[in-house]
Nanobody, 121 residues
Framework: QVQLVESGGGLVQPGGSLRLSCAAS????????MSWYRQAPGKERELVARISSASGITYYGDSVKGRFTISRVNAKNTVYLQMNSLKPEDTAVYYCRAFRTLVSGGSDDYWGQGIQVTVSS
């Protein structure tokens, strides 16, 4: 059974930091690209950061560049999102995603249940 379980969310003051974790199970974690998305009330879900499976190449959305860092530890089947210098506009539900493209042309696509991050004084 595939599971992606996010943790580490909560309430933080502007300028503060949080580290989200996503623990994966039920699939071969190391061969999947891992991503963090977020969705604020009334807005579309947006890509926050992505890390590739093999080379560890990262990508960040413009709104979080220089403040957030994505990383993964394949031995622990876990991906992290370190969030620094948090702003109220970072408030959203954050989702973990595992994705890979299959040789057949299809894909495997798994999502976590999401975790709330609230940045407020």
């Amino acid at each position: 059974q595939v599971q992606l379980v996010e943790s580490g969310g909560g309430l933080v003051q502007p300028g503060g930091s949080l580290r989200l974790s996503c623990a994966a199970s039920g699939f071969t974690f190391s061969i999947y690209a891992m991503s963090w998305y977020r969705q604020a009330p009334g807005k579309e879900r947006e890509l926050v950061a992505r890390i590739s499976s093999a080379s560890g190449i990262t990508y960040y959305g413009d709104s979080v560049k220089g403040r957030f860092t994505i990383s993964r530890v394949n031995a622990k089947n876990t991906v992290y999102l370190q969030m620094n210098s948090l702003k109220p506009e970072d408030t959203a539900v954050y989702y973990c995603r595992a994705f890979r493209t299959l040789v057949s042309g299809g894909s495997d696509d798994y999502w976590g249940q999401g975790i709330q991050v609230t940045v407020s004084s």
